[in-house]
């Protein structure tokens, strides 16, 4: 049980514990948000905690932002850019997100669409995540369930019955 309050105490048989090695899953998540957008399954349970946020638009307008950058061709750019303003950007937008300098954004700059235009807009949104919604993340349930079940499945067979055990006594 000490080791996994301290990883690197080793086991019984001197080996160092094998959570020291890499971070997967929610320990990786909890080191930034960067690592939580790279993981999918870290991205997908941060939507659904953003959904109960009502705030679900700012990951998917950074995702957007983020697929867009690898956009090749002018066409493509220019429908891409379109829709990343009919969704998010535009005064009519579904799925708004509150960003300063979108009353300056207009549908000209559309026209000639590059990579990078919107880094700005997607900067802020990372922040407004990073500094708001991610440190509530990682207290709310969905990643702190997430994070148990995780748990659960490192541990071996004998520990996953004994905390079941314990469980059924503290939950009668």
Known sequence: LLSHFFPEINDSEGHPSSSHQTLKGT??????????LEDPEGVKRFREFLKKEFSEENVLFWLACEEFKKTQGKKQMQEKAKEIYMTFLSSKASSQVNVEGQSRLNETILETPHPLMFQKLQDQIFNLMKYDSYSRFLKSDIFLNHKKSEEQEDNSPEAQTAAKRASRIYNT
């Open 27 to 36: 320990s990786k998540w909890a080191t930034s948000l960067e690592n939580l």
